[in-house]
Each structure stands twice: as structure tokens, then as C-alpha cells.
């Protein structure tokens, strides 16, 4: 069965750091490209990171260009995703995601207020 679990989040100050977590299991962790997705209040879904696995290519969508960092440990079968400088605007539940499927975990709330 596949299994993705975030853990991680929490409340944090505007300018502050968060580092979330995803542990993955039930398939093949390190051929499988993977994603950080996540929901604001009221709003859909919005992609955040990728991490290609043939090409190790790394993409991020521009308002977070950075100031988070994804990334994973293979011997763990964990995906993270490392977030700095955080903004209010970054608040929402965050999803990690086998990438162009509907595959996610249970996501995360992430809620930057001062």
C-alpha cells in the first residue's frame, strides 16, 4: 500500500523557518519524481516544489524561489522541504505528492503569524 506521511508543520513567525517532512513507503521511493503541493484557506491546490529523479532536476515556483529547499533521503524513503524566510502568504496545509498523480499524504498545516 502507499503510504506518504507529512509531519513537520506548526505555527512560525513571519521570517521564520520550518522544515517539513514526508516519509514515504509502499513503492519505490527513489525512482519516483516527487512534490510539495499545498492548499490555502478558500483557494485550490498550488504546486510548490518538484524533484526530478532521472535528471536530479529541481524546480520551484517563483514566489518561493530561495527561500525553501526540497530535497530527500533515499536510505530513509523521505522527501523534505526546507523553508526559510517564511511569509504569511505562505500559510496552508502542505502536501507531498507522487508527482503527476493524485497520490498525496495527509497533509500538513503550516501558519505563519505573528
Known amino acids: 500500500e502507499v503510504q506518504l506521511v507529512e509531519s513537520g508543520g506548526g505555527l512560525v513567525q513571519p521570517g521564520g523557518s520550518l522544515r517539513l517532512s514526508c516519509a514515504a513507503s509502499?513503492?519505490?521511493?527513489?525512482?519516483?519524481?516527487m512534490s510539495w503541493v499545498r492548499q490555502a484557506p478558500g483557494k485550490g491546490p498550488e504546486w510548490v516544489s518538484k524533484i526530478n529523479r532521472r535528471g536530479g532536476n529541481i524546480r520551484y515556483t517563483d514566489s518561493v524561489k530561495g527561500r525553501f529547499t526540497i530535497s530527500t533521503d533515499n536510505a530513509k524513503n523521505t522527501l523534505y522541504l526546507q523553508m526559510n524566510s517564511l511569509k504569511p502568504e505562505d500559510t496552508a496545509v502542505y502536501y507531498c505528492a507522487i508527482d503527476g498523480t493524485a497520490i498525496r499524504g495527509q497533509g500538513t498545516q503550516v501558519t505563519v503569524s505573528s
Open positions: 509502499g513503492f519505490t521511493f527513489g525512482s519516483v519524481d
